[in-house]
C-alpha cells in the first residue's frame, strides 16, 4: 500500500527529495513540514468502545517512523508491506524517541485481548492524500480480567509485546479506556498529508 507521499507526481517527489538532501523540512512531534512546498505529513487515532464514545487523538511521529518515511518515499528504501496496531496500557506520552524496540517497556504494551497477535492495520484505497482503515478497523477484544488502555501505536512486528520492527507513530488519548471482559476496543489510524 502506497503512503501519500508516494501518490505524488514524480515531479513533485523530486522535488520533497531534493527538499529532505538540503534539510528544507522540520520535523516536530506531530510529523514532518516542507515549508518551501507547505506540506504537513502526520496522523491521528480514532478510538471506540463496544461501536461507542468514539475519541480521536493526535499521534506522536517517532524519529525512527520519518526516517522510514522518508526514505521509502525518496530513497528507494524497502517499503513495510504490512502494519499492525498495538494498544498499551501505561499512562505514558510518547515522545519522538520511542522506536519499536522500546515500545513494549517504555509505553507498556497492553496484550490482554483475545487476538492472538497485534491486529493488522487494513489500509483503505488513498483518497484526498489520507490513507486510514475505516473499511476494516482494528478490533481488540478483551479477555478475562479486562484492564485500561492508555493509547495505541502502529508497528511492523506482528507478535504481541515484539521488540523488533519499526514503529512510525504512537498517540496517547485523552481519556483512558477502561475495558471489561468481552468488550470491543475499536481502533482506526489516519495517515495524512496536507497543505500546511
Not at 481488540?140 to 514503529?167: D, H, N, P
Amino acid at each position: 500500500m502506497s503512503t501519500p507521499v508516494q501518490k505524488l507526481s514524480h515531479r513533485v517527489r523530486q522535488a520533497f527529495a531534493r527538499r529532505i538532501r538540503n534539510n528544507q523540512y522540520e520535523v516536530s512531534p506531530a510529523g514532518i513540514l516542507m515549508p518551501r512546498d507547505g506540506v504537513f505529513i502526520g496522523g491521528h487515532f480514532q478510538s471506540w468502545v463496544n461501536g461507542e464514545d468514539e475519541q480521536v487523538d493526535p499521534n506522536t511521529m517517532t524519529l525512527q517512523g520519518l526516517t522510514y518515511l522518508i526514505k521509502a518515499a525518496f530513497a528507494s528504501y524497502a517499503q513495510i508491506g504490512t502494519w499492525y496496531v498495538a494498544p498499551f496500557s501505561g499512562n505514558v506520552a510518547p515522545t519522538t524517541a520511542l522506536t519499536a524496540a522500546n515500545f513494549t517497556a517504555t509505553q507498556t504494551e497492553f496484550t490482554n485481548y483475545a487476538e492472538t497477535t497485534r491486529v493488522v492495520w487494513a489500509q483503505d484505497a488513498e483518497a484526498s492524500q489520507t490513507i486510514v482503515n475505516n473499511a476494516d478497523k482494528a478490533d481488540f477484544t478483551i479477555s478475562s480480567g479486562g484492564g485500561t488502555v492508555w493509547g495505541a501505536a502502529l508497528v511492523s512486528a506482528s507478535a504481541k509485546s515484539a521488540t523488533t520492527g519499526t514503529l512510525p507513530c504512537c498517540s496517547q488519548f485523552s481519556a483512558a479506556r477502561v475495558m471489561l471482559a468481552a468488550d470491543v476496543l475499536t481502533l482506526a489510524y489516519s495517515l495524512v498529508a496536507a497543505d500546511a
